[in-house]
């Protein structure tokens, strides 16, 4: 049911203050920025094999992310795992009794389709599936 | 430097009770358990993809998962990326006075050399590098 894990997503005030450590430190190829309105981030993907690092920063005070990082600072805000048919992942979950923060896809980063599972369902962990636009390589 | 995400840390109350949703609901294979003392953890390893899920859960009140559960809760732990050579990337890190908690390799789950990289280095991510015991599959 689930491929790979796609991302780990990282809550950090500003992106180019996170940047130099992972891509001049550890090394990562930084190969997309994006903001996502919707969800209230702007993002940076570093690759690190066939995952990735994916840096979160909030646009407002409001969203997500900010709250996030008034509650507990920065640092480990999801993981996410790669599905090759996000609607049948998100079936077979809403049949186990999974809750579900999201029970049909939305646009993720980089084209993708996402969803997200509720922490109180996966033992505290934001969990993501993600739908990629294409195969990764 | 880093070949891959080898896994997610993910500190639980019981391994037992956390199983479940791993292996059944989202159909993770259970590949590996293992108590290591060293660290006071009761650890479980499910495969996704290349990478895994390591399920951690304290064996003692003292133990730095058991500080973990009791200051945030359960949730994710830490992350880890695979490399090839661990004493290289060590000598890498520290020439670029990243701040590390293991300044040698030790011993790890399932045969794996690990170390950690300090949070205050990595944007609030405990992080870890790990060498596997063998090539991975």
């Given at each position: 049911m689930l491929s790979a894990l796609d991302h780990v997503g990282v809550a950090v005030e500003e992106i180019d203050a996170a940047l130099p450590f992972y891509?001049?430190?550890?090394?990562?190829?930084?190969v997309h920025r994006e903001t996502v309105a919707a969800q209230g981030v702007h993002a940076a993907l570093l690759d690190v094999g066939g995952g990735h690092v994916e840096l979160l920063a909030p646009?407002?005070?409001?969203?997500g992310i900010a709250r996030f990082l008034a509650r507990q600072g920065a640092g480990l805000h999801h993981v996410a795992y790669r599905v090759e048919d996000i609607e049948a992942v998100l079936r077979a979950l809403a049949a186990a009794g999974v809750r579900l923060i999201d029970d049909r896809p939305r646009p993720g980063i980089r084209g993708s389709r996402v969803a997200f599972v509720h922490p109180s369902a996966t033992g505290g962990v934001l969990s993501e599936i993600v739908q990629p636009a294409e195969p990764s390589n």
């Amino acid at each position: 049911m689930l491929s790979a894990l796609d991302h780990v997503g990282v809550a950090v005030e500003e992106i180019d203050a996170a940047l130099p450590f992972y891509r001049d430190v550890l090394g990562l190829e930084l190969v997309h920025r994006e903001t996502v309105a919707a969800q209230g981030v702007h993002a940076a993907l570093l690759d690190v094999g066939g995952g990735h690092v994916e840096l979160l920063a909030p646009i407002e005070a409001d969203s997500g992310i900010a709250r996030f990082l008034a509650r507990q600072g920065a640092g480990l805000h999801h993981v996410a795992y790669r599905v090759e048919d996000i609607e049948a992942v998100l079936r077979a979950l809403a049949a186990a009794g999974v809750r579900l923060i999201d029970d049909r896809p939305r646009p993720g980063i980089r084209g993708s389709r996402v969803a997200f599972v509720h922490p109180s369902a996966t033992g505290g962990v934001l969990s993501e599936i993600v739908q990629p636009a294409e195969p990764s390589n």
